[in-house]
C-alpha cells in the first residue's frame, strides 16, 4: 500500500549542528512533496517543498534534497537553534493524486 | 491575513454522541482537507471540499461526514462516536488545490470517554 516512511523516530543535535531528517516513500509517480513542522498543540507549519524535476531545493536555513532512483527524500536544518525542536513530517501526493499521504514523523530535540 | 482556524480547540464526549467541528479556511482558500492524527495511526486524511463538494475522501466510515458552506467553511461531523475515534483533528486548507501545499490550523483535539 501507499506509505510515506521516515527513517528514525527520533533525532537528537546540539544547538548549532547540521540536521538531517530522512524520509522513503512509495508512491514512484509522486510528482510533488513536501516537509511540515509541527510544534506542540499547533498544526503542522510548511517548510519547504520540492516537485519531482528538481534535485534540490533551498530555503531559509533548509535544503529539501530528493532522490527518485531510490525514493528517498531528505530535509536539512542548518545551524539547528532550539526553537527548530518539533515533529518533522514529510509527506507525497498518493497514487490518485488527489490527497497528500504523510509519514509517522521524526521528533527533533535540540539542546543547548 | 488569517491562519485557519478551528473551533472549538478541545471537546469532550462520551461513547455514542455526535460531534461538529468547525474550521475557517484562509481567506480567499476554496480547498478545505480534514486530517486525524493520532500518535499511532498519524495524519489521515479524512476528505477534502472544494466549492462546497467533496472531491476527495479518504478511508473512513460513513460516521465521517463534512459540509462546505458557500463561505468556504467547512464542519466535520462525527456520529456515533466510539472511544477510538479520540484524536487531533486537522483542517487545512490550500488556495492551489488538495495536492499542493495546505495551511494547517491548530486542530480540535477530541477525547471520547
Known amino acids: 500500500g501507499e506509505s510515506v516512511g521516515l527513517h528514525l523516530p527520533t533525532l537528537s543535535v546540539q544547538e548549532g549542528d547540521n540536521s538531517i531528517i530522512n524520509c522513503a516513500y512509495s508512491n514512484s509517480a509522486s510528482d510533488y512533496f513536501i516537509w511540515y513542522k509541527q510544534e506542540s498543540g499547533k498544526g503542522p507549519q510548511f517548510i519547504i517543498d520540492i516537485r519531482s524535476n528538481m534535485d534540490k531545493r533551498q530555503g531559509q536555513r533548509v535544503t529539501v534534497l530528493l532522490n527518485k532512483t531510490v525514493k528517498h527524500l531528505s530535509l536539512q536544518i542548518a545551524a539547528t537553534q532550539p526553537g527548530d525542536s518539533a515533529v518533522y513530517f514529510c509527506a507525497e501526493k498518493n497514487q490518485a493524486g488527489t490527497a497528500l499521504i504523510f509519514g509517522k514523523g521524526t521528533t527533533l530535540s535540540v539542546s543547548s | 491575513k488569517a491562519g485557519v482556524t478551528q473551533t472549538p480547540r478541545y471537546l469532550i464526549k462520551t461513547r455514542g454522541q455526535q460531534v461538529t467541528l468547525s474550521c475557517s479556511p484562509i481567506?480567499?482558500?476554496?480547498?478545505v482537507s480534514w486530517y486525524q492524527q493520532t500518535p499511532g495511526q498519524g495524519l489521515q486524511f479524512l476528505f477534502e471540499?472544494?466549492?462546497?463538494?467533496?472531491?476527495n475522501k479518504g478511508n473512513f466510515p460513513g460516521r465521517f461526514s463534512g459540509r462546505q458552506f458557500s463561505n468556504s467553511r467547512s464542519e466535520m461531523n462525527v456520529s456515533t462516536l466510539e472511544l477510538g475515534d479520540s484524536a487531533l483533528y486537522l483542517c487545512?486548507?490550500?488556495?492551489?488545490?488538495?495536492?499542493?501545499?495546505?495551511?494547517f490550523g491548530s486542530g480540535t483535539q477530541l477525547s471520547v470517554l
Open positions: 481567506s480567499g482558500h476554496r480547498s
Open positions: 487545512a486548507s490550500s488556495g492551489q488545490g488538495v495536492t499542493e501545499k495546505l495551511f
Open positions: 471540499y472544494f466549492s462546497e463538494t467533496q472531491r
